[in-house]
């Protein structure tokens, strides 16, 4: 799954376009590496977002083409977040 589809479907990034955005300016790297809004998201992938005044770090669960608000949570762990500047 694109990258951007996960971030919105996890919602980890409320709309696409603002994922689409995020990604095409460097601020999301998928295990180390700086990301494409088309990059390939699979199963054990650490992402790394840096996003509004935060950095979030998770681990993919699983890649769903879409998921219920109640789902959200197998979709991918929490590892790390912390305020931008820590």
């Known amino acids: 799954m694109r990258l951007d589809k996960f971030l919105k ?11 689409k955005d995020v990604t095409d300016q460097g601020r999301v790297s998928i295990n180390g ?9 699979k199963e054990g992938d650490l992402i ?3 996003y509004g005044q935060k950095n979030t ?7 769903k083409e879409s998921s219920k608000k109640e789902e959200v949570d197998e979709m991918y762990e929490l590892i790390n977040e912390e305020k931008a500047g820590e």
């Open 9 to 19: 479907v996890s919602r980890l990034i409320k709309r696409r376009t603002i994922a």
């Open 33 to 41: 590496n700086v990301a494409k809004a088309s990059s390939n998201v």
């Open 48 to 50: 790394t977002i840096k």
């Open 57 to 63: 770090t998770i681990k993919v669960l699983a890649v």
